[in-house]
C-alpha cells in the first residue's frame, strides 16, 4: 500500500507488544478490502494508558486495540462502555466516534462465540467447563451466559478468582471440578496451560467423543488437549479462530466494514509460521514472556 496523509491510522496498544500478531491481521484485512487504513503497533508502558488515550486524541488516531496490562486502566478512562466491557471491567478495543468521545469495547467473547459458529456449534442450552479464571476465560464467561448455556462450571487452579468468575455467569455458574469436565458438553481451556508445551491443562481421559473442545491458546494450534479431544472423536475448535473473529469485531466497530476473516486468519498463521510456532508444539523463535499478551484478546 502507499502511506499518505489520507492515510487512516488505528494502534495495538500494549507492553511488551512487539510480538503481536494484530498488525499483521489487521493490515492484511485492510488490503484484501482495499482500505487506505493502517495498524501499528504502540509500546505503552504500564500506567501510561490515560496518555495513550490523550495522544490518541491529539493524532485522531481512529481506533485501538488495546492489550496487557492497559485493559482495565483503558475502561475507567473511555467515555462509555459497551454491556461485555463493563462487566467485565476490561476494554480490548478502543473507537473514536465523530464527537470525539472515545467508546470501549470488549470483543474477545464475541470472538470465541464466532469462532464456535465457525465449528458449526450452538452453545444455547449447553453443559460448559470453563478451566481457568483469568481475563480471556471471564471474557468467555461472560458471552456465553448472554448466549443462553445451560451451565457453566469454572476449574481454576485458584479458587477465589473461579468464584469471581463463576459469577459472572449469576445462577448458572458454579465452582467446578473433574467431574464437571467428564459431564460437560463442552470443555474450554482458557488457562495459558499448553502455551508453547505440550502440557494439558486437565486429565486427558475426562474427554469423550460427545463432547466439543475448544482451547484459547493458539501456539501451538493443535495444543495437546486439542489432539487429545480428536483423538476420542470430540468436535475441536482451535484459539487461532477466537483471535481472528474478535479482531475482524474489533475492524467492523473501526471502519463499518465487515472484514475479510478469512485473509486475517491467513495472516495469522503466516505470522505465526513465520515466527517458527507451528501444529508441532515448538515454539522457534517467540519469546515465552511476550507473545501470549501482547494480542488484543
Ligand atoms: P491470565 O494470566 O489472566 O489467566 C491465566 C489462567 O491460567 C488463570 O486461570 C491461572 O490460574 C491459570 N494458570 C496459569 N498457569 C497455571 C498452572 N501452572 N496451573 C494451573 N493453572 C494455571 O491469562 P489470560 O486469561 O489473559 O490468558 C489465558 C490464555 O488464553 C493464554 O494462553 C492466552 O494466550 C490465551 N488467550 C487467547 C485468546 C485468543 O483469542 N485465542 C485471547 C486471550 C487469551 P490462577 O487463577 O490460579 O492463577
Redesign the pocket.
Known amino acids: 500500500m502507499t502511506i499518505t496523509g489520507a492515510t487512516r491510522v488505528v494502534g495495538v496498544i500494549g507492553s511488551p507488544v512487539r510480538h503481536s500478531l494484530s498488525p499483521a491481521i489487521h493490515n492484511a484485512a485492510f488490503a484484501a478490502a482495499g482500505l487506505d487504513w493502517l495498524m501499528v503497533a504502540f509500546e505503552v508502558v504500564p500506567g501510561a494508558a490515560p496518555a495513550a488515550l490523550a495522544g490518541m486524541r491529539a493524532f485522531g488516531i481512529a481506533g485501538l486495540a488495546v492489550t ?1 496490562p492497559h485493559k482495565d486502566a483503558i475502561a475507567a478512562t473511555v467515555d462509555t462502555l459497551d454491556p461485555a466491557a463493563a462487566a467485565l471491567g476490561a476494554v480490548n478495543t478502543v473507537v473514536m466516534q465523530p464527537d470525539g468521545r472515545l467508546a470501549g469495547y470488549s470483543t ?1 467473547g464475541a ?1 470465541f462465540l464466532a469462532s464456535l459458529r465457525d465449528a458449526g456449534v450452538d452453545p444455547a442450552g449447553l453443559k460448559v467447563a470453563v478451566l ?6 471471564r471474557s468467555v464467561i461472560d458471552s456465553l451466559a448472554r448466549s443462553g448455556v445451560g451451565r457453566i462450571a469454572v476449574v ?3 479458587a477465589d ?1 473461579a468464584e469471581v468468575a463463576a459469577a459472572l455467569a449469576g445462577d448458572i455458574g458454579v465452582v467446578g471440578g473433574s467431574s464437571d469436565i467428564a459431564a460437560a458438553d463442552l470443555v474450554i481451556n ?4 499448553g ?1 508453547g508445551t505440550h502440557d494439558a ?1 486437565c486429565d486427558l481421559a475426562l474427554l469423550h467423543p460427545q463432547q466439543i473442545v475448544a482451547d ?3 501456539h501451538p494450534l493443535e495444543t495437546a488437549l486439542l489432539a487429545a479431544g480428536r483423538a476420542v472423536g470430540a468436535r475441536v475448535v482451535d ?2 479462530g ?2 481472528v473473529h ?1 479482531a475482524a469485531i474489533q475492524q467492523f466497530l473501526w471502519t463499518g466494514i465487515r472484514p475479510d476473516a478469512h485473509a486475517m486468519r491467513t495472516a495469522a498463521e503466516h505470522e505465526l509460521a513465520a515466527r517458527g510456532v507451528g501444529s508441532n508444539g515448538r515454539r522457534g523463535s517467540l519469546p515465552s514472556s511476550s507473545d ?2 501482547a ?1 488484543p ?1
Not at 481457568?132 to 476465560?137: E, I, S, V, Y
Request: aromatic share 4%; proline share 6%.
Open positions: 496487557m474477545d470472538g481457568g479464571a483469568g481475563g480471556a476465560a481454576n487452579r485458584s478468582r482458557a488457562t495459558s496451560i502455551m491443562p484459547l491458546v493458539y484459539g487461532l477466537m483471535l474478535q501470549p499478551r494480542d484478546g
